[in-house]
């Protein structure tokens, strides 16, 4: 119950990538999130396979790193690869990012971070009608998607094409065997374009 929380609250937090494209401008905004794709790859392969990549083998520095996988460990899904999360996240935020003007990808980034954050807290605490086509989801955690998505837009958009988004963009943040942190941003963001 804890771990969904701190997972959560992570995610959530990921609105402040936002500030990347407000500081650093659209393209400079863009590498930095790439980048940071990229370092939580090699992490993750490093993590996964630690053993095979450890050259230097120093006590002091091997516990370190034994109390920092303990902690990285309570917040990841298993049978993922470590960081997966954080990797789609910003490759998410990188191609909205490179693919739209910045406040289509500032609005989509934060729909993202926040819409599918609270969605899924709901959804695992008081989900209790799971969703015909995703049992994995619930029509709780879908209507806060809706709700969050749709108030959220409406920051950037007109409230009918606020309205149409949101119920798009929810219907396709229930799909099964997708990755969200890719098909929200990118959803939203080519409706918010194409609208």
């Known amino acids: ?13 990921g609105v402040f990538t936002i500030l990347l494209i407000q500081i650093f401008e659209k393209w400079y905004g863009a590498l930095i999130m790439l980048l940071i794709s ?12 630690k053993e095979k990549y450890k050259l230097l083998k120093i006590k002091p520095l ?5 109390i920092l996988e303990d902690e990285f460990k309570t917040y ?16 998410g935020c990188f ?5 739209f003007q910045p406040y289509i990808a500032i609005a989509s980034i934060t729909v993202l971070a926040l819409s599918d954050s609270l969605s899924t807290l709901i959804g695992h605490f008081l989900g209790k009608h799971k969703l015909f086509i995703n049992k994995k989801k619930s ?18 958009v007109y ?37």
């Open 159 to 195: 409230p009918i094409k606020a309205l149409i988004i949101a119920i798009l963009v929810t219907f396709i943040e229930m799909l099964p065997k997708v990755d969200d942190n890719l098909t929200i941003p990118i959803t939203t963001g080519f409706l918010i374009w194409l609208i």
């Open 62 to 66: 091997d516990e370190f790193e034994d």
């Open 38 to 49: 990229i370092i939580f790859l090699i992490l993750g392969e490093y993590r996964k396979n």
């Open 1 to 13: 119950m804890e771990l969904e929380i701190k997972r959560q609250t992570i995610h959530a937090l």
């Open 139 to 156: 029509w709780e955690g879908s209507i806060i998607f809706f709700v969050t998505t749709f108030m959220i837009l409406l920051f950037f």
């Open 76 to 91: 990841e899904r298993k049978k993922e690869l470590p960081f997966n999360g954080a990797i789609m996240f910003y490759l």
């Open 95 to 99: 191609i909205v990012t490179v693919l």
